[in-house]
Each structure stands twice: as structure tokens, then as C-alpha cells.
């Protein structure tokens, strides 16, 4: 499988990214909680130690969940930035973390929206179909400040369009009618303890202990 490292080509690269494996598991906020709901804070300083540690830890928590990819508000850090794992409808992965992110999405004339499946780590459990557009483009910064575009297309089109809404206070079921947004919190009611469940055993297997 070829793979993108922050929107460039490397020759191998590991299961499980080398910030999972400095990082430490955090809490993943959930659906109601009101960090969740607004639009998160640039990024102002780059380059420190907490930064890189913030990252880590949100690999390694995207990890234990089996998720796509993290916005800092879903664990409970008030900042513009999320991290990524996500292959794309070729087969191709991507990996990396964008900070201070801007979605450059197409023309609406050349806009085409696709309806799929869709989760969130906020939301545990649940899947609806959501549109989203095929393609696009995110520009932000790495944690050292060096500026990143970031294109996608098919699902890893869907993942950073779904991380950026995060940081404006989006959950994906806000896209979603009345009667979907119901069914989408019914299965999360369902299926909840099961997958927290599966977390912590995730985590255990890492040797790990998840926070309450």
C-alpha cells in the first residue's frame, strides 16, 4: 500500500504511527458535552513540547478507538488541530496532523456530492449516510509552523472534511434530518458499552489503562 506522510510519498511506515507509540490514551468526549460545540481557538505557538505530546496522544487515542481520524476538542483540548490515519477509495494512506486548518472545497458548478457511510468517535457506535464533496483541500501548518496542503479525495476527502467541522462545533449528525439524528443517538444508546468496552481492551493490549 503506497502511503502519504503529511502529503508526501515514503518508502514503508508502520502499522501503528511512531506518535501512537510515544503517545498516552486520553478520554474521548461524547455527543452533549459543550467543547464539542464551539468553534475552537488558533493554534499560536509552535515548536513545544506540549504541542508534539498533544499530537501523540491524539494518534494513539485515534488508535484504541479505531478511528479514521481526531479533532483536539474530542479530547477535550480547546485548539484547531486534528490528526489522521485514513486511506483513500485507491488504496492509498494517509497519515499525518494539520493545525489552524482552512477547507478549500471546490465550485459548487464543479462540486459533486457523495452520500456514504459515516461515524464519529463522539458519537460511538452509531453510522448514517451523509453527503459530502469527493475532493478536497486543506491548508493549515505543522506543529513546527511549516505551512501543509493537504488534497483528498473519496473517503479521505470525507475524513478531513469530517475533522474541520469538528473545529467549528459540527458533529456530523447536524447534517443529518430529525428523524436520522434520532436513530444515529439510538444506536449509539445500543451499541455504547460495547465499544467503550472494546476501547479498553484495545488499550490494554498496548498496555495501557484508558482514563475515566
Known amino acids: 500500500m503506497r502511503v502519504l506522510v503529511q502529503g508526501k510519498p515514503v518508502g514503508s511506515y508502520p502499522a501503528l504511527p511512531p506518535e501512537a507509540e510515544r503517545g498516552s490514551p486520553r478520554r474521548i468526549t461524547e455527543v452533549g458535552e459543550e467543547i464539542l460545540r464551539r468553534s475552537c481557538r488558533e493554534v499560536a505557538e509552535f515548536g513545544t513540547p506540549e504541542l508534539s505530546a498533544l499530537i501523540d496522544d491524539m494518534f494513539l487515542t485515534m488508535y484504541i478507538a479505531d478511528g479514521a481520524g481526531l479533532a483536539a476538542n474530542q479530547v477535550d483540548v480547546d485548539l484547531r488541530l486534528f490528526v489522521y490515519d485514513c486511506p483513500d477509495d485507491n488504496g492509498v494512506r494517509h497519515v499525518g496532523h494539520i493545525i489552524n486548518p482552512v477547507l478549500d472545497q471546490p465550485d459548487p ?23 459530502r464533496t469527493d475532493r478536497t483541500v486543506v491548508r493549515g501548518v505543522d506543529k513546527d509552523g511549516n505551512p501543509l496542503v493537504i488534497e483528498g479525495t473519496g473517503y479521505f476527502a470525507r475524513c478531513l472534511q469530517h475533522e474541520a467541522d469538528h473545529l467549528s462545533g459540527h458533529l456530523y449528525i447536524d447534517r443529518l434530518s430529525k428523524r436520522d439524528r434520532k436513530d444515529a443517538l439510538r444506536q449509539m444508546t445500543d451499541l455504547h458499552e460495547r465499544v467503550l468496552a472494546r476501547r ?13
Open 109 to 131: 458548478a464543479e462540486r459533486l456530492l457523495i452520500e456514504d457511510a459515516e461515524g464519529c468517535l463522539s458519537v460511538p457506535g452509531a453510522r448514517m449516510d451523509v453527503p
Open 200 to 212: 479498553v481492551e484495545k488499550a490494554a493490549a498496548l498496555g495501557h489503562q484508558l482514563r475515566p
